[in-house]
């Protein structure tokens, strides 16, 4: 299907043909009427759009998407549609409305029981009040999301979730409990070779054994920070 074409030249990071075929489908899937194909255009040319940094006309895609998936009633797209309006308006600094919809995002997650997108939407409630200073919260959220990761098994978030909680440990000056948790996410993003999450717990671990004097430690995973820096 033309919306499949799209899906591969997304992949490829060719923006403008997948944004022409998804637009195609979604003028066919309008000629027939199909609510729920158009909302899938809609949302697919949505996140080609922030993929670019286009982030205006990423959010008017998933809002029109978002309010048809309310009128068909599918929970779980609507959660879906709920956090990339969150992360939209995360990424144009407005805490407050991305609060709003992450918080929203987590409502509907926790009613249809999707332990996933709870941990998600924990985490990115998370992430906005560490930017806001509020580690005590932040470090609850946290901390719930990495207990939704482990519960089903998903290691790549119980990575990201480790050094978020050692980031906060360490600006409470909490260096011991931060070194455990970034060591243990850096040994897990290693495992599963997951190059973003060994960057931030390197970067972690550098900063802590810095904080504790131990400076060979120190080098050592700042060396391996800027080998994945780039």
């Not at 332990?115 to 998600?120: F, P, R, S, T, V």
């Not at 985490?123 to 470090?139: S, V, Y």
């Amino acid at each position: 299907s033309l919306s499949n074409i799209g899906i591969i030249y997304d992949i490829q990071g060719d923006f403008a043909k997948a944004i022409d075929y998804y637009t195609r489908s979604l003028k066919i899937r309008e000629e027939f009427g199909d609510n729920n194909g158009i909302a899938d255009c809609l949302n697919n040319i949505g996140v080609i759009y922030r993929q670019q940094g286009e982030t205006t006309k990423a959010i008017d895609y998933f809002k029109r998407s978002l309010k048809i998936k309310e009128q068909i009633g599918n929970q779980n797209d609507i959660a879906l549609l709920l956090m990339n309006i969150g992360n939209i308006y995360k990424m144009q600094g407005n805490a407050q409305k991305a609060m709003d919809y992450y918080t929203r995002s987590l409502k509907l997650k926790e009613k249809i029981i999707d332990k996933k997108g709870i941990a998600l939407c924990l985490l990115n409630i998370g992430n906005i009040c560490d930017d806001q200073g509020e580690t005590t919260k932040a470090i609850d959220y946290y901390i719930r999301s990495l207990k939704n990761h482990e519960e089903i098994g998903d290691i790549k978030g119980t990575a990201i979730s480790l050094y978020n909680i050692g980031g906060i440990y360490s600006q409470q000056g909490e260096y011991l409990k931060s070194l455990d948790c970034n060591t243990e996410s850096l040994s897990i993003a290693q495992k599963i070779g997951n190059i973003e999450t060994i960057k931030f717990a390197s970067q972690g671990l550098w900063v802590t054994y810095k904080k504790l004097g131990k400076y060979k430690q120190a080098l050592e995973m700042h060396e391996l920070y800027m080998e994945t820096k780039d």
